[in-house]
């Protein structure tokens, strides 16, 4: 059973002081899945292992604030999607990875609380976490599945007429709050001082405003350009609905096609955009 | 982005608001030669001096669209010339990435240009902003019909 193996796993962990947390998932009330830190080792029965467990914990290690209170030394469950996300963290030198203690769990895909199988695990390619990644691996390993990239949803936003496509994300950006949940939710927007707040120079303008909202999205996405793993926590919170893993997918689209680059994959792989290769395409300048 | 200082029902060309990002060591020499050698070229770009082509943040470009220029144009040396040796290596794929973003969101792409002019090269400046502001005034032309 993968649930009595991670507990046991934490179990170990705690008592033996590798660590002095544990970030897991736990459970709320019925059918309501939340992170929990668990710090005593008696404890560790909170944890629980579901289709629920969408959240990407990775957040957390991306706060530093929270990773010094507890001394660097976490523990963390992640399914192969969250390890994308750390494997950029890590690229970024935002984590010491000597000091945190990857329990690594193999996943068969997520719902919604619908019950609906989450866009981003149908595409899923990574059901079965590194081996040599992580420190513990916890469930049967899973082969895994090689998958073209589909990006037929951005090609068919590609394909719409400029004032159609203008409209369409338009309508979004009408009814966008700027509540910032993308951006606070997402793992790897880990800025102390995040652009967005500053107010001298105002880059963008802060209302809930078209122009503003629309300004606003461009720069979330393009601060995520070659970083951005698909982990889809951005549109999950959204509370408009909006479709964020559009806009992402479409930069992951373009960067994989013009510098070849897929982010998350590789831990000694910088971001394209601080990288160059001479023979660059360059149809778009004149 | 949303304020167009186009109007269709002028007879007169309006003139358009072109913000020009010109890197000091190429393309800015290059406007200059344009203008010591008395070329004619459209008055609707107004030029920004930037250190290296390399210094263009995208938030420059976008601030730009936001607060009513019509079209942005980002110019530097070509590859290989840059007096800093890579800064236009690196602005090359950064505004690669901004153009496709602003089509995706159906900002008209002949809004945003990029080009190379090097400081010999004041004839091509002029070619390059008479482009420049002719993309940009049909791009304006046509939201307007758009918008009915």
């Known amino acids: ?286 | 982005m949303s304020r167009s200082h186009f109007d269709s029902g002028e007879k007169v060309k309006k003139k358009l608001k072109i913000i020009g990002f010109l890197c000091n060591w190429c393309s800015y020499a290059g406007a200059d030669l344009a203008g010591t050698s008395r070329l004619q070229y459209p008055a609707d770009i107004r030029i920004i001096r930037v250190p290296c082509s390399g210094r263009m943040n995208p938030l420059l470009v976008l601030k730009c669209l936001q607060e009513g220029a019509d079209g942005v144009l980002v110019s530097g040396c070509h590859p290989g010339d840059c007096h800093y040796q890579e800064g236009n290596y690196y602005v090359r794929r950064r505004m690669l990435i901004l153009k496709n973003l602003l089509e995706y969101f159906g900002i008209d792409k002949r809004r945003f240009h990029m080009s190379w002019v090097s400081a010999s090269e004041g004839a091509k400046w002029a070619d390059v902003v008479k482009k420049v502001v002719e993309d940009v005034r049909d791009a304006c032309e046509e939201e307007v019909k758009t918008a009915g």
């Not at chain 1, 970024?92 to 695990?121: P, Y």
């Not at chain 1, 899973?142 to 590609?158: L, R, T």
């Not at chain 1, 967005?196 to 720069?219: C, E, K, T, Y």
Request: with cysteine; glycine share 6%.
């Open chain 1, 1 to 286: 059973m993968i649930i009595k193996k991670i507990k046991t796993t934490a179990k170990d962990l705690l008592t033996d002081g590798s660590v002095s947390l544990i970030i897991g998932y736990g459970i709320n009330g019925p059918g309501d899945v939340t992170p929990v830190f668990i710090k005593d080792p008696d404890d560790v029965e909170k944890l629980v292992w579901n289709d629920q467990c969408y959240y990407n914990l990775i957040r957390y290690l991306s706060d530093r604030d929270f990773i010094e209170q507890n001394n660097g030394s976490i523990g963390i469950i992640i399914k192969g999607c969250d390890q994308k996300s750390l494997k950029v963290l890590l690229s970024e030198s935002q984590v010491n990875r000597d000091k945190i203690k990857v329990i690594g769990v193999t996943c068969k895909g997520l719902m919604d609380s619908d019950g609906n199988v989450l866009a981003k695990c149908e595409a899923c390619d990574v059901v079965y976490p590194d081996k040599d990644f992580c420190d513990v691996i916890i469930g049967e390993e899973v082969k895994k599945k090689e998958k073209e990239k589909d990006f037929s949803d951005i090609d068919e936003i590609d394909s719409m007429d400029l004032p159609d496509r203008k409209k369409f994300w338009d309508n979004f950006f009408e009814r966008c709050l700027r509540c910032y949940a993308c951006r606070n939710i997402c793992p790897l927007c880990y800025c102390k001082e995040c652009i967005m707040d500053q107010h001298n120079p105002q880059w963008v303008l802060p209302s809930a405003s078209v122009v503003g909202n629309r300004l606003f999205h461009i720069v979330r996405a393009y601060h995520l350009t070659g970083r951005c793993v698909d982990c889809g926590e951005c549109e999950r919170v959204c509370p408009i609905g909006m479709p964020l893993r559009k806009i992402n997918r479409k930069i992951i689209k373009v960067v994989k096609e013009r510098f070849d680059f897929e982010s998350g994959k590789d831990q000694e792989q910088k971001s394209p955009l601080t990288r160059y290769r001479e023979n660059d395409s360059e149809d778009f300048i004149i």
